[in-house]
């Protein structure tokens, strides 16, 4: 990969992570039409802990917030205490069905697919009233049913955001505390991802690394940070219909170009 080529796919990555329109789905279906080839899912790896340090830029005052008044303050601890349980199904979803989800990386057809779904998702989505539960609220229930959401997402086509906010959503939290909890949550999951293939690639002599995915790394913390806040202004006013007549669009023509041969 060159360097252009992982600044614009970084860039891709960034402006996609937080909109509800899968940014791996997008990474998939740009790769294979650039024709990159990657040392397994490196590249997807590091450019979402680019767009990690992005939610640790923008939410860095709640995460300071948390950590201390952790101790003295009951409503801390307890979204902290959900954040942590957060974490459990989807670990335990990436770690049992990691080669299933590497066979979807592989196949911008199958992607296209689940562009479809997404799709009819955020559809969805305005048709959900925001509840009242805030961080002091929010149940094992809701933690739970969120995280089995974003693992789920990891299939490439499925987009995170839309699928975590939905769940939130529908469980009966507040805007403010979906989007923060739906953002939080992906902190030590995306981190947990990216040690796991830094260590294997350790193994491997780190022989997958090249300036076009430090590259890509950087373009997708910068373009993340916008991407954030443009995503809250678009919850805010519930105009996410837009994205699910976008998905059907790109996922349609992406399963009629590969059916075509292309």
């Known amino acids: ?9 970084g860039i891709l990555q960034g402006f996609t992570e937080f909109l509800p329109v899968s940014s791996s789905g997008h990474l998939v279906i740009a790769q294979d039409l ?26 860095g ?23 942590l349980l957060g974490i459990i199904p989807t670990g335990l979803i ?19 697919f689940m562009l479809l779904i997404t799709g009819c998702i955020l559809y969805a989505i305005p048709l959900l009233k925001p509840g009242v539960k805030n961080e002091q609220t929010i149940s094992i229930y809701d933690a739970l049913i969120v995280s089995v959401a974003q693992g789920l997402a990891i299939i490439p086509g499925l987009s995170r955001s839309g699928f975590t906010i939905t769940a939130a959503l529908w469980r009966g939290m507040d805007r403010e505390t979906a989007v923060r909890f739906s953002f939080l949550v992906t902190i030590p999951v995306i981190l947990g991802a990216t040690l ?9 002599g780190f022989s997958g690394f090249s300036s076009g995915i430090i590259y890509g790394t950087i ?8 991407s ?7 919850l805010r006013a519930g105009r996410f219909k ?9 996922g349609t023509a992406t399963i009629i170009f590969k059916l075509a041969g292309y």
Request: hydrophobic share 55%.
């Open 61 to 83: 005052s709640d995460i300071i917030r948390i950590a201390t008044r952790f101790t003295r303050e009951k409503q801390e601890r307890h979204f902290a205490f959900m954040l």
């Open 196 to 204: 796991l293939e830094l260590s294997e690639l350790s193994a491997a």
């Open 1 to 9: 990969m060159g360097n252009l080529e992982g600044i614009l796919l």
């Open 219 to 226: 373009a997708a913390f910068i373009t993340g940070i916008f």
């Open 242 to 250: 837009f994205f699910a007549y976008y998905c059907w669009f790109a």
């Open 94 to 112: 990436g770690f049992f069905f990691r080669d299933l989800f590497i066979g979807f990386y592989e196949s911008a057809l199958k992607t296209g």
């Open 228 to 234: 954030i806040k443009l995503f809250v202004r678009l």
């Open 34 to 59: 650039l024709n990159v080839k990657q040392y397994g899912i490196l590249f997807e790896v590091m450019v979402h802990f680019g767009t990690l340090l992005s939610v640790l830029w923008v939410f």
